[in-house]
């Protein structure tokens, strides 16, 4: 007979405090705690199940064990992510969906993107020489706002790049927020889906023209699994799918910036190094640094 265990439980607020603490280590040293791949916690009021090991990662890419719909809380929906996205939808409608995105994840697309970026940096830098003090994150949001329009072919006027930068920041800076913050973000979320609307509806009416290779084209003119446009309100949701991520590329920028500087070491085997030696190090960036600086705020 085959013997059944029950699963191991962390209960209690004091679990959100050590995920801080301890960070991507958390999982690994409750499944030492109790030897065992998989336990239960308790996380911002939450039961979650926490799962390691190969198997168990393979488990998450199984289509049939979990759905996208309503996975998202509501919040990060009114927010980061818009009602109606790629992100919320399973099956066929799914994989139609993430169709659209991937005709732009081309060898030569991403590194158009790449070089745009580049262009940005090499101008923005030298104007930094002229500066006593400048705040890494703000112009790098602004670098970054100007690369995802320029890519996307959603026209950007000079005056407009301060309020799209922060429209599109607040989505993500407050996306999981609670009181103002929510609301800035929802607000911001409402104001720049109600103008790319209107945008899409221009594009289909010919009233401008933009680049038939660019996302702004590309998704206003793609047609769902009954051969229909998209409504131009899920067109305005997926073109934010592609400029709010990429701005809020912005944070890991100012990541890495500290990474250097706090590990001066480190970033000398980067700039002697490969792309090997740069890819291990922005690793260690994604794994470390936020939840490094979460620490500081216990």
């Not at 064990?65 to 799914?94: C, I, M, S, W, Y």
């Not at 911001?188 to 023209?209: N, T």
């Not at 990474?259 to 070491?265: I, K, L, T």
């Amino acid at each position: 007979m085959t013997e059944h265990k029950e699963m191991p439980k962390e209960t209690g607020l004091v679990e959100n405090f050590r995920l801080l603490r301890e960070g991507y280590q958390y999982i690994m040293n409750r499944s030492d705690k109790y030897g065992t791949p998989v336990f239960e916690t308790n996380l911002l009021g939450e039961t979650g199940i926490c799962l390691i090991g190969k198997e168990a990662a393979e488990i998450f890419y199984d289509n049939d064990r979990f759905k996208r719909e309503n996975a998202a809380p509501k919040l990060a929906q009114k927010t980061l992510f818009g009602e109606g996205g790629v992100q919320g939808l399973d099956g066929e409608h799914h994989l139609n969906r993430k169709s659209m995105f991937m005709s732009l994840m081309s060898k030569e697309s991403l590194n158009e993107v790449q070089a745009i970026f580049a262009e940005k940096w090499e101008r923005y830098s030298k104007s930094w020489e002229a500066e006593e003090e400048i705040v890494l994150y703000h112009e790098v949001k602004k670098m970054l706002t100007e690369t995802a329009f320029e890519w996307t072919g959603v026209p950007l006027q000079n005056d407009e790049l301060k309020e799209w930068t922060d429209d599109l920041s607040d989505m993500f800076e407050g996306a999981a927020s609670i009181g103002w913050k929510h609301w800035q973000a929802r607000r911001s979320r409402s104001k720049a889906e109600e103008w790319l609307e209107a945008l899409v509806e221009k594009v289909r009416a010919k009233e401008i023209y933009p680049n038939e290779q660019r996302a702004l084209y590309q998704f206003s003119f793609h047609k769902d699994l009954n051969g229909e446009l998209l409504d131009p309100s899920i067109v305005a949701v997926e073109l934010l799918n592609l400029l709010r991520p990429i701005v809020a590329i912005s944070v890991y920028v100012d990541f890495t910036a500290l990474a250097v500087y706090q590990y001066p070491e480190e970033a000398a085997k980067v700039k002697n190094g490969g792309k090997e030696e740069q890819q291990r190090f922005i690793q260690e960036v994604r794994r470390f640094i936020r939840f490094s600086l979460l620490r500081l705020l216990e």
